[in-house]
C-alpha cells in the first residue's frame, strides 16, 4: 500500500487511509477470476479456461470484485496497518460502504480506501497514586465461631487432677458405658443392645451440658468413681443415628474416675505452650483467620475495590470497542449458561441468542464492563511504572491446583474429561494474582482506613466459661 496517513479516531481507534495501486487492484481482479474460473463448469469451456468477459457474464462483476476486495483485505490493508505503526485489536472496518466501494472498482486503477481499527490504548494517570486516604471496611468476623474455636483450643490442653467426691459440671469422667433400647416391659426398661452406639470402655467423657444427647451429663453430676448410674435418654430429632431419633434409650454408665479440669487461661504462656515462641497476640490473629476465612476473604475483595476505585478516578483512557464486544460476549454467554443452570430449557435459550437480543444487552453491560477494563488497564500501567512482576511459578501452581479441582468435580460428575481451558485459566490466574500485587502496592503507598462494623470487631478476648 502506498501513501499511508494515520489519524486518531474516537473511543481508541485509528483512521487508515491508503491508496492500492492500479496494477494491484488489477491483479486481485484477475486472481479472483482465477479462482472462480477453477471451480465453475462453462460448457464449450474447460475449468481454468473460461474468458474474461464470458466469465463475468456468469459470474458476475459484483462477485468478482468482492473476491478481489478479500486479497486487498488480507495483504494491502493489513500491511498498511503494520506500516502505520499502531497496536491494532480486532479487525479493520471499512469507513465506505461495501457496495460503494464494489460499483466504483475499476480494475486497473488506484483503490483509495479509510478503514477504521481498534488499537491499544494509551492510559495516562492525570493524580497521584500515593497519599490517599481510602476508607475500607473492616472484616465482619463471626465472634460465635472465634470463641467456639477458642475453647477448643483450651479445653484440647486443658490440665486434669485426681478428684475426691462426685462429679461436677466441667470435671472429666473416665467410663464404661452401654446403651440399649428403651423398653418398659423389660427389667429396669433395658431393652435391646445398642449396637455402636456411645458406649465403650474407658471412655473419657467432659461433664459439659449441651456435649452429648440431653439429660446424660445431668444425670452424672455427684456420680462417685466405682459407682454405676443407670440414665434414660431421649434421642434429638436430629441425632445421627436417624433410626433412633426421637426415641427412648437407656445407658448404663460405669464411672472408674473423676478428674477435675481446669481451662489455661488466655495468655502468652497458654500460646507458648501450643507452638513454642507464638504470643497470645499471635494465636488470637491466626485463630480468627483460620474461622473467619469467608470474612478475609470479603474484607479483602472490598479494599480491592476501594483501591481499584482510586485507580480509575486518576485515570484517563479510552476504551476499544473491540474489546467492550468482547467483555460483553464473555459476560452474555455466562448469564446464558446460568440460565441453563437454573433450568431454563434449551428452547428458550435459543431464543435469546438473537443479534438485537446481544446488542441489547451489550449496552447494558457497557458501563460494568468499560469499568473492568479501564481497571485492567490501569493494573498493567502501575505493574509496568513499579516493576511488578508475576511469578510464574505462582501461576503454575495454581493452575494446577485449578485442574484438579476440575478433575475432581469431573469425576464426581460423572464426565470423562473436566472442561478444563488451560490457556484462559492460565490467564485468568495471571490477571488476578496481578492485581493482588498492584493492591500489595498501592496499600503500602496510601492511608487506609478502616471503618468498623457495629455488627461485630475483630476477636482479640476470649469469655471465660
Not at 286 to 298: F, G, K, L, T
Amino acid at each position: 500500500a502506498s501513501n499511508v496517513e494515520v489519524t486518531p479516531g474516537v473511543n481508541s481507534s485509528a483512521i487508515i487511509k491508503l491508496q492500492v495501486p492500479g496494477a494491484d487492484t488489477k491483479a486481485a481482479y484477475n486472481n479472483a477470476a482465477k479462482q472462480y474460473a477453477s471451480t465453475v463448469q462453462v460448457e464449450g469451456f474447460r475449468k481454468g479456461k473460461v474468458p474474461m468477459a464470458v466469465l463475468e457474464q456468469r459470474i458476475g462483476k459484483e462477485a468478482l470484485t468482492s473476491g478481489a476486495m478479500e486479497t486487498i483485505a488480507e495483504t494491502f490493508v493489513s500491511d498498511a496497518i503494520k506500516q502505520s505503526g499502531v497496536q491494532a485489536i480486532g479487525q479493520a472496518e471499512l469507513m465506505t460502504p461495501a457496495e460503494l466501494i464494489v460499483a466504483s472498482y475499476t480494475p486497473g486503477e488506484p483503490l483509495d480506501l479509510e478503514v477504521k481499527v481498534d488499537v491499544w490504548p494509551e492510559l495516562e494517570f492525570t493524580g497521584s497514586l500515593e497519599g490517599h486516604t481510602i476508607e475500607a471496611e473492616a472484616p465482619q468476623y463471626n465472634q460465635t465461631a472465634y470463641d467456639l474455636a477458642m475453647k477448643g483450643l483450651r479445653q484440647r490442653y486443658a490440665k486434669t487432677a485426681d478428684k475426691e467426691g462426685g462429679a461436677a459440671i466441667g470435671d472429666a469422667l473416665t467410663v464404661n458405658m452401654a446403651g440399649f433400647e428403651f423398653d418398659e416391659a423389660a427389667e429396669g426398661n433395658k431393652g435391646e443392645a445398642l449396637p455402636n452406639m456411645a458406649e465403650g470402655s474407658a471412655i473419657e467423657l467432659i461433664m459439659e451440658q449441651d456435649r452429648f444427647m440431653p439429660g446424660l451429663v445431668e444425670a452424672l453430676v455427684g456420680a462417685t468413681a466405682g459407682e454405676t448410674r443407670q440414665v434414660e435418654v431421649e434421642f434429638p430429632d436430629r441425632a445421627t443415628a436417624g433410626a433412633m431419633r426421637g426415641r427412648k434409650a437407656i445407658f448404663e454408665v460405669e464411672v472408674i474416675e473423676v478428674a477435675s479440669r481446669t481451662l489455661p487461661e488466655c495468655n502468652d504462656d497458654f500460646a507458648n505452650e501450643i507452638r513454642e515462641g507464638l504470643t497470645m497476640e499471635e494465636l488470637s490473629k491466626e485463630v480468627n483467620m483460620a474461622v473467619n476465612e469467608d470474612a478475609e476473604r470479603a474484607a479483602k475483595k472490598q479494599l480491592g475495590g476501594a483501591l481499584d476505585e482510586m485507580l480509575v478516578a486518576q485515570c484517563k483512557c479510552e476504551v476499544p470497542e473491540t474489546l467492550v464486544d468482547e467483555k460483553a460476549k464473555e459476560r452474555f454467554a455466562q448469564m446464558l449458561s446460568d440460565f441453563r443452570a437454573s433450568g431454563t430449557s434449551d428452547e428458550e435459550i435459543k431464543s435469546m441468542i438473537t443479534r438485537d437480543g446481544f446488542l441489547k444487552y451489550k449496552e447494558i453491560a457497557r458501563p460494568q464492563a468499560e469499568k473492568e477494563l479501564r481497571i485492567s488497564f490501569a493494573h498493567a500501567k502501575v505493574a509496568d511504572m513499579w516493576d511488578i512482576k508475576v511469578d510464574q511459578d505462582e501461576v503454575a501452581d495454581q493452575v494446577e491446583l485449578l485442574r484438579l479441582e476440575a478433575l475432581k468435580e469431573a469425576k464426581q460428575n460423572g464426565q470423562a474429561e473436566p472442561d478444563f481451558e488451560e490457556a484462559r485459566v492460565r490467564e485468568q490466574v495471571e490477571v488476578t494474582i496481578l492485581a493482588d500485587r498492584v493492591h500489595e502496592a498501592l496499600k503500602e503507598k496510601n492511608n487506609i482506613v478502616y471503618v468498623e462494623s457495629v455488627a461485630a470487631a475483630p476477636a482479640t478476648e476470649l469469655v471465660e466459661g
